[in-house]
C-alpha cells in the first residue's frame, strides 16, 4: 500500500502555501511602509538639535528661572546623570550656539538657546493642556507630554493649539466627552 496524500489534499495545500505567501508579501509591503515612514521622519528631523539637546536647554531655562542660575551639579541632578556627561553637553551645547559655558563659571543661553528651550515649554504647555482636556492625571499627562515633545512639528502643534481653542470655546463638546 503507497502512503501519501491525494490530489485534492495536495491541492489544499498549495493552495495554503500560496494564501501564506501572499499575506507574507503584504506583510512586507506593509512594514516597508513604516519603515519608509521612519526613515523619512528622522531626514526631517531638526538640524543642530537632538531630544537629549533640548532637554538639557528646558532645564537650564528651568533653573535660571527658578533659582536665578544654573549649574553643572544642579543639571546633574535634575537630569539624573554624571556631572561629566552634563560637562560634555554643555560643550557640545556651546558649540552649537545654544549657550555660553565656561568651565567653573555660570552658564547662560543664548538668545538661540533661550528661543528653543522656550519653544519646547510651549509645545509642553500645549500638550499638557490637550492630555488634561481628555481626561488624563497631570502627573500622567506630564510624562506623556515630556516623552513626545520634541518630536512633533510645529504644523502638528500649531494645529493642536487650534483644536484646544476650539474645545475650550465649546465646553457642551468637553462635557459630552468626560460623559461617555
Excluded: W
Amino acid at each position: 500500500m503507497r502512503l501519501g496524500k491525494c490530489k485534492a489534499c495536495n491541492l489544499v495545500d498549495t493552495k495554503l502555501y500560496l494564501r501564506n505567501l501572499q499575506l507574507i508579501e503584504r506583510l512586507n509591503k506593509k512594514d516597508t511602509k513604516r519603515l519608509e515612514s521612519i526613515k523619512a521622519a528622522h531626514k526631517a528631523g531638526r538640524i543642530g538639535s537632538s531630544t537629549r539637546m533640548e532637554d538639557y536647554l528646558e532645564v537650564i531655562l528651568e533653573l535660571v528661572e527658578l533659582k536665578g542660575y544654573a549649574t553643572t551639579l544642579d543639571i546633574s541632578r535634575y537630569m539624573n546623570v554624571s556631572a561629566p556627561s552634563v560637562t560634555k553637553m554643555l560643550q557640545r551645547l556651546d558649540e552649537s550656539g545654544f549657550l555660553e559655558y565656561e568651565k567653573y563659571h555660570g552658564i547662560n543661553l543664548t538668545q538661540k538657546g533661550n528661543q528653543l528651550a522656550d519653544a519646547i515649554r510651549q509645545k509642553h504647555g500645549i500638550l499638557l493642556e490637550f492630555f488634561e482636556i481628555l481626561g488624563v492625571s497631570r502627573d500622567t499627562a506630564n510624562q506623556d507630554a515630556e516623552g513626545i515633545e520634541h518630536h512633533l512639528n510645529p504644523k502638528t502643534i500649531r494645529q493642536l493649539r487650534k483644536f484646544i481653542t476650539f474645545l475650550k470655546s465649546n465646553p457642551k463638546i468637553i462635557q459630552n466627552f468626560n460623559n461617555i
